[in-house]
């Protein structure tokens, strides 16, 4: 047999290490195990971390496995793991913000709704899971536009048609539309896809920042636009949720 | 989320659960403020035997309600009052001169009472107590533990009946030791609570002599039955020092208090790692024929106590965490569904998992799990759709049960616990049952009712009317499923029941 390369072989050692539930190590520890200097196991550990499949924690500076590996051998989140992870939050932000909740990810050319909270007022309202909506004028589907190059190219492809006056249907327009959520973490439908209706939405992340959704209040525009203006509580309650679930989805990452 | 419902006066829950303790801080509108939450050790010491170290429990229980107050930066004079729910049965007895448990908290889950419960049974059978307790002789119930521990513990009895020793289920064991213990603790139990011990007359609601006579319980070990939502006294020392202790609910009784099933008819059905269903029967004490349980649903104060019916299925989360671990179909709980939602239909297939016996309303220990209806045609993916499906009928078969005992049609079911993220089983649910489904926004019901009742002892909340305005509709799911499909597939489900039944040739 020829011979292995010896750094793979020391980086397979130092992965095998560190796997296994929520193991932890220094640098000292890492070299002392596999017999390196410490130099040598410094030198693999950055090349795995650039490459994501170790990560450091900031504080202790110790080394764990990264979220690369996870993606590698899973390459997607389950849209109903992602359900039972938002359960808790989504009732939450419905019930802070009396208004409806809905989850939303990236599916064809659209948004697949994957979860719906009601508005908690005794009013007949319908479960509108598995319906779909436009991509470039909910606020769901801007927020994912702008965040998941998939989403994105898909977008820049449909007609975006104008369901509104306020629609914004031309590409230049859309896409500054689309620097302006990634700049202030968020988005809005004012009367954009249904006259009467405004929402706003915030991504969802797993913990290697990737992608995996959007959160949406939606509701009457006199009620979410009182002075013309989104109400700023209802944008960071939207936001806190979306971070509450992303954090959820990290924290069992490994 | 900070904003201004999280301000002042609050309501603390403690629920002393099977595997954890946790402490929940509700406001006004039923909202969560904060969660702490620890498990606890599972003690297997023989094949069968559950145990809890109820010591550890205790310091986990105090560590919580600590933990819950800190994180939410809650002062403790901004509580108003503490409500307790529990695991329900796990038996206790501890010296009430030192405060420490005689023997292991026996787990309702441990069978070790099961030939105590045929021998009490004698001629007559498992039913023998039915009539006064609701209850058929079998080894959850609390009263062969107590008897288990005075035979088995060197001295026990001898000790009790000398008057030191107390019995409690865990909310006795956590109401006394909050009150001072030793120090003048109080020891009572709640009517729901006592229901379950098999020594509580229901008509009565007092503990039967006659019954625990033939226990071979003492009668002075027993602690004072009282309402579920009264003041029972107040926190001695610790972070809630001062705060009443005014509720004590069993788990699912609480979850049914938390749902707000506060008129008769009204059902709730809590879908974890098995499922338990129970609807409000009002002031009526229905002796069932249909090997549902009769128990005490929750009593307010001085008013009349309300009773309910449950049925319980043993295996429904616990079915789809088996396709995950033992079968490996699936990789994580929820991708059940997606993997049931890739076809139409069962494809003929039919899943019962009856892997220890069929439960309620049939009661065959002899049945084990099939799988019937197969052909080349069906896939993982059917079987996937047949376990989802096996929960929404045995739901059915409940409540087909439940009707039948008490001759009131289901209107709606309010449904709660982990299982309610899987969109497809609502729907199915629904389906099966053609009845609407529905979830409400507060997932966390059992320590929402063990709230409730202790704010309404307190005068937190002026009355059960208050509590109604708080449930929140978060989803509801109505039948699509017409009729004539149902009916079929029902049969067909039927049949699949009936194949599982006689397996086991001969039971010891």
């Known amino acids: ?254 | 989320m900070t904003d201004a419902h999280t301000s002042g006066p609050f309501i603390a829950a403690i629920d002393q659960g099977t595997t954890s303790s946790r402490c929940i801080v509700f406001d006004k509108d039923g909202r969560i403020v904060s969660v702490d939450q620890k498990e606890h050790e599972q003690i297997f010491p023989k094949p069968g035997w559950v145990e809890h170290d109820a010591a550890e429990i205790w310091t986990n229980v105090q560590e919580v309600v600590a933990g819950a107050l800190s994180k939410g930066g809650i002062a403790a004079s901004d509580v108003k009052a503490i409500g307790i729910t529990n695991q329900r049965e796990t038996t206790l007895l501890w010296d009430k001169n030192t405060g420490e448990p005689v023997h292991n908290a026996l787990v309702w889950q441990d069978t070790r009472t099961d030939a105590l419960c045929k021998e009490l049974g004698r001629n007559v059978g498992q039913d023998r107590f039915r009539r006064e307790t609701g209850l058929p002789l079998a080894s959850y119930f609390a009263g062969p533990k107590i008897r288990w521990m005075l035979d088995n513990v060197e001295g026990l009895r001898e000790r009790a009946e000398a008057g030191d020793i107390l019995f409690g289920t865990m909310d006795s064991w956590v109401i006394w030791n909050l009150t001072g213990g030793a120090d003048g603790g109080v020891h009572v139990t709640d009517v729901t609570n006592a229901s379950r011990t098999m020594l509580m007359n229901l008509h009565t609601l007092a503990w039967d002599e006659k019954i625990a006579e033939s226990m071979g319980v003492p009668l002075n070990v027993l602690p004072e039955i009282r309402s579920s939502a009264e003041v029972y006294g107040h926190v001695k020392d610790g972070v809630l020092a001062g705060v009443p202790v005014a509720s004590a609910l069993g788990d699912q009784q609480a979850a049914l208090f938390g749902q707000t099933c506060f008129a008769e008819g009204e059902a709730k059905s809590t879908y974890g790692t098995g499922t338990f269903m129970l609807m409000n029967t009002g002031d009526k004490i229905i002796n069932s024929y249909s090997g549902l349980l009769t128990t005490v649903g929750y009593q307010i104060g001085e008013e009349k106590p309300v009773y309910a019916l449950e049925g319980s299925i043993a295996v429904t989360g616990s079915l789809v965490q088996w396709m995950r671990d033992q079968m490996g179909l699936i990789k994580s709980a929820a991708e059940i569904e997606t993997l049931a939602s890739s076809v139409e239909d069962n494809g003929g297939a039919y899943f019962v998992p009856a892997f220890s016996g069929l439960f309620a309303p049939y009661w065959r220990s002899d049945a084990r799990g099939v799988i019937a209806g197969l052909t080349r045609y069906v896939t993982k993916a059917h079987i996937a759709r047949a376990v989802l499906e096996a929960t929404a009928w045995q739901t059915r078969e409940i409540t087909d049960a439940m009707t039948k005992d008490s001759g009131v049609e289901l209107t709606a079911l309010k449904v709660d616990g982990g299982m309610t993220s899987n969109n497809l089983l609502m729907q199915t649910l629904s389906d099966f049952l053609d009845a609407p489904v529905v979830r409400p926004m507060v997932a966390e019901t059992t320590c929402l009712g063990a709230a409730y009742a202790a704010g309404l002892a307190v005068g937190f909340w002026p009355d059960t009317d208050a509590l109604r305005a708080n449930w929140r509709r978060a989803a509801e799911w109505t039948p699509r499923m017409d009729a004539d499909r149902r009916d079929s597939e029902y049969k067909s489900w039927l049949k699949a029941v009936e194949r599982t039944m006689g397996w086991i040739e001969d039971e010891e």
């Open chain 1, 1 to 254: 047999m020829a011979k292995n390369i010896q750094s793979l072989e020391r980086a397979a050692a130092m992965l095998r290490l560190l796997a296994g539930g929520e193991r932890r190590l220094g640098l000292s520890d890492i070299a002392s195990s596999l017999g390196l200097a410490k130099g040598t196991a410094h030198g693999i550990l950055r090349t795995l971390q650039a490459e994501g499949f170790v990560e450091q924690e900031a504080t202790s500076g110790r080394y764990q496995l990264g979220a690369e590996l996870l993606r590698l051998g899973n390459s997607y989140l389950d849209v109903h793991e992602l359900r039972a992870r938002a359960l808790v939050w989504t009732d939450d932000l419905a019930r802070s913000s009396g208004e409806s909740v809905h989850l939303g990810v990236l599916h064809l050319q659209g948004v697949l709704i994957v979860h719906h909270v009601f508005r908690p007022d005794d009013s007949r309202q319908v479960l509108e899971v598995g319906a779909m909506q436009p991509l470039h004028s909910t606020a769901l589907g801007k927020v994912l536009s702008a965040y998941d190059p998939v989403a994105h190219s898909e977008v820049v492809e449909v007609e975006r048609e104008a369901f509104t006056p306020r629609t914004t249907t031309e590409l230049t327009d859309f896409e500054s539309l689309l620097d302006l959520t990634r700049a202030r973490g968020w988005a809005a439908d004012v009367e954009e896809t249904w006259d009467g209706v405004a929402s706003v939405a915030a991504p969802i992340h797993d913990r290697r920042r990737m992608p995996v959704g959007a959160v949406a209040v939606t509701g009457a525009v006199e009620r979410l636009c009182p002075n013309g203006e989104l109400r700023p509580e209802l944008v960071a309650a939207v936001r806190d949720c979306a971070r509450a679930v992303s954090r959820d989805l990290g924290a069992r990452r490994f």
